[in-house]
């Protein structure tokens, strides 16, 4: 009875090594290949080829989280005009009244952070 | 697809409760000084108006599903809608005096209860597995928050914090198992995966099909609560606002297993995989009702002790789950047996954390058991429901528990299920349950009291008056009239199986 | 090797990288980028059983786009609870919150 469950635990077992293999290859393989010949200009951080100005370990304003975290939320909601957009003339007046209706509800949202104050940078 | 006004009909009740939490987060959000005691009466009126519509579908609803298979508005669906509309409401009449002390009412609980709700019933309506997902998602990032609701608190971040990293990891397996079982079904409607798995007779030997259904397993053991994915539990339950806490302990448990059952049900029909699923989900009903009520035993707060009891009470329900999945001849028994409890648990356990919810002493939440001490001559009435909903979650007779356990043995102890291993763990937990819930009894009416400024308070409002005689009432009901209910929920029990049946022709 | 089987490899392998992320990180937010491993791992599967599946069957591919939306409103909401946790105990490592009992 139990015979149907043996594919289940390699697969598990498989899982598992596959996971901690990666964790230890990883880390060997990079200990092998890699080369060892920093130089001051290597180092330096990467800030859009410019020389870069100050550290980068300052501390951003808890702001820029607020923002970032509403933008992740809009912008991937958009994701569902796309699909939308392509059968739009397919769909006809139902598809516009739906896509009406959630962007009305995405709508609601942006209103109710609006009215809460949270684009308001002070 | 075509949308017609009868499908806008059909997943009415829904509709509103999406929209009034819509509205209410816009009223607030427009009106910042109104009154959160009306939003709450405005929510309750919605969630009383969403039940008369549902009703309409009590107990039999329509068996086709609508909106092209993604929701079913059966029978099924209108009671656990129901259920979880009653949980909603009482948990609403429960919150409003106690978030006023806390000063932290503001007009997002109501929201998001209504939102929880709503996904609740998105889940239990869900006639394919996208739904599902989606439901399951809102009910749960709307309890994320509830969790964390009050902002100073540092328990009560703590455990948000908790329960979302531990919701996030197994709805990631909840997914998964979903793939998986798209693999191998190549469609994500329920009938259709019905369909792929009852035609083919390696079914119970396949892995992928096997690999989804555990990590599927996964996904609502975690929701409902059951051993081994139940750690974040107790702390949750603790670290929450108590009001949260109440509520989503009912809801999310009503609509795990109301989602739970359907696709078990009737998304893998061949007899031979559903024996060998069956003796998996026996393990864990096992295992819960053991770990769930000797950790109870150990427990000195309350809230954590409702918690472990949570626990066992997801325990012997699942003894209901092993009846419908190990009993082809009459599945519609388990299933009935589940509804009844889910019913039964909601008021009963509403019921005990509305005692909790009631009694402050010297500016904080009465937690400690010990602090019981007296409580049943100081405040009669008080201690008397107290009493009652303890004795109901332990199964005494003529409360709603006693009734509902009956019916889960009865399912059970059908022959054909061969579990009478399962029968017996649950009659003996059963009865190390009696020990603690009767120690918060003998504590409030055995300990003498403490006197002055150092003895508990009580004071109950309207709103938790109304909701503790809404939970008190339903307790006693159930167990003086189980018959109505019970008829009932066999009816829509046998409109589960029959819709099962008809997805395989 | 069946192109199908590759896919589900990777997908395995990618979710099996979010597991371990998971069970090591103890970085709260760290934690949070495993967990959207796993979805996206559960997304390739997706994917990959409607590519190589039923060409009439859009579901895989729909499926997915949820799961993306879902999983960044449940970022969202993750982030704001940790920023919050960050706001009373001023760090955000999960092995030192234990005034709940774990």
């Given at each position: 009875m139990l015979n149907p469950y043996i594919p289940v635990l390699i697969l598990m077992a498989v899982a598992v090594a596959v996971a901690a293999g990666m964790s230890v290859a990883t880390s060997l393989i990079a200990r092998i290949f890699r080369l060892r010949r920093p130089n001051p200009i290597k180092s330096q951080p990467y800030e859009c080829g410019m020389t870069p100005i100050g550290g980068a370990r300052v501390r951003f304003s808890v702001k820029f989280y607020l923002v970032a975290m509403l933008f992740i939320l809009f912008d991937v909601e958009a994701i569902f005009l796309y699909p939308w957009a392509v059968v739009h003339r397919h769909l006809g007046w139902l598809g516009l009244v739906e896509m009406g209706l959630f962007i009305g509800i995405l709508a609601a949202g942006y209103l109710y952070l609006w009215k809460r104050g949270a684009f308001e940078w002070d | 697809m075509q949308i017609t006004p009868r499908d806008i009909w059909n997943i009415s009740p829904h509709l509103v409760v999406a929209a009034l939490g819509l509205i209410i987060l816009l009223i607030d959000a427009i009106w910042p000084r109104i009154s959160k005691r009306q939003l709450a009466n405005l929510a309750l009126l919605g969630l009383i108006g969403a039940g008369a519509l549902q009703a309409?579908?009590?107990?039999?609803?329509?068996?086709t599903p609508v909106l092209g298979g993604m929701i079913v508005p059966d029978g099924y669906t209108a009671f656990f809608n129901l259920v979880l509309l009653v949980g909603a409401g009482i948990s609403l009449l429960l919150s409003t005096d106690y978030l006023e002390w806390d000063g932290s009412a503001h007009g997002e609980y109501h929201a998001l209860v209504l939102f929880t709700a709503f996904g609740g019933m998105v889940m239990a309506a869900a006639g394919h597995l996208i739904v599902v997902f989606l439901g399951l998602e809102i009910l749960s990032i709307s309890l994320y928050i509830l969790a964390g609701y009050q902002r100073e608190r540092r328990e009560s971040q703590e455990a948000a914090l908790k329960y979302f990293l531990l919701g996030a990891f197994a709805s990631a397996f909840f997914l998964y198992g979903m793939a998986l079982v798209y693999g191998y079904a190549g469609s994500l409607d329920l009938h259709a995966i019905a369909r792929a798995a009852g035609a083919g007779q390696g079914a119970a030997a396949n892995q992928l099909l096997l690999t989804g259904i555990g990590l599927l397993l996964v996904g609502f053991g975690f929701k409902v609560a059951v051993v081994p994915f139940h750690i974040w539990t107790p702390d949750v339950y603790e670290g929450a606002p108590t009001s949260a806490t109440a509520f989503m302990s009912v809801v999310a448990k009503a609509a795990g297993f109301a989602a739970f059952v359907r696709v078990f049900a009737l998304a893998f029909p061949g007899a031979d995989l559903r024996h060998q699923v069956g003796a998996v989900v026996a393990s864990i009903a096992m295992l819960t009702m053991v770990v769930g009520n000797t950790a109870a035993v150990l427990q000195t707060n309350i809230k954590r002790l409702l918690a472990y009891s949570s626990i066992a009470h997801a325990g012997y329900i699942l003894v209901g789950v092993v009846a419908v999945l190990r009993n082809p001849a009459a599945p519609a028994e388990g299933v009935s047996a589940v509804l009844f409890y889910t019913l039964a648990y909601t008021f009963m356990n509403l019921g005990a954390f509305a005692v909790v919810l009631a009694l402050r002493r010297r500016g904080e939440e009465?937690?400690?058991?010990?602090?019981?001490?007296g409580l049943g001559f100081r405040y009669p009435w008080l201690g008397a429901l107290m009493a009652l909903f303890m004795l109901s979650l332990a199964g005494m007779p003529p409360t709603a528990g006693f009734f509902a356990k009956l019916y889960l043995i009865r399912a059970a102890l059908s022959p054909l299920v061969g579990m009478w291993w399962l029968v017996i763990t649950l009659a003996l937990t059963s009865v190390v349950s009696f020990y603690y819930y009767i120690r918060v009894v003998t504590v409030m009416y055995m300990r003498p009291a403490v006197e002055g400024e150092q003895a508990p308070q009580a004071s109950a409002g309207p709103h938790l008056g109304t909701g503790l005689a809404l939970a008190a009432l339903g307790t006693i009901l159930l167990g003086l009239i189980p018959a109505g209910i019970l008829q009932a929920a066999q009816q829509i029990a046998e409109g589960l199986v029959e819709l099962g049946g008809m997805a395989l022709r | 090797m069946d192109p199908l089987n590759a896919f589900l490899i990777v997908s395995a392998g990618l979710f099996s990288v979010g597991v371990f992320g998971v069970l090591t990180r103890r970085n709260a937010v760290a934690i949070l980028m495993s967990i959207e491993l796993m979805l996206n791992a559960a997304n390739l599967n997706l994917i990959a059983f409607a590519r190589f599946g039923d060409p009439t069957v859009l579901a895989g591919q729909v499926f997915a786009i949820f799961v993306l939306t879902v999983a960044a409103a449940e970022a969202a909401v993750g982030l704001a609870i940790v920023l919050c946790v960050y706001r009373n105990i001023r760090h955000i490592n999960v092995d030192d919150l234990h005034i709940l009992k774990w």
């Open positions: - | 309409r579908f009590w107990p039999r609803g329509q068996v009465l937690l400690n058991i010990e602090e019981y001490a | -």
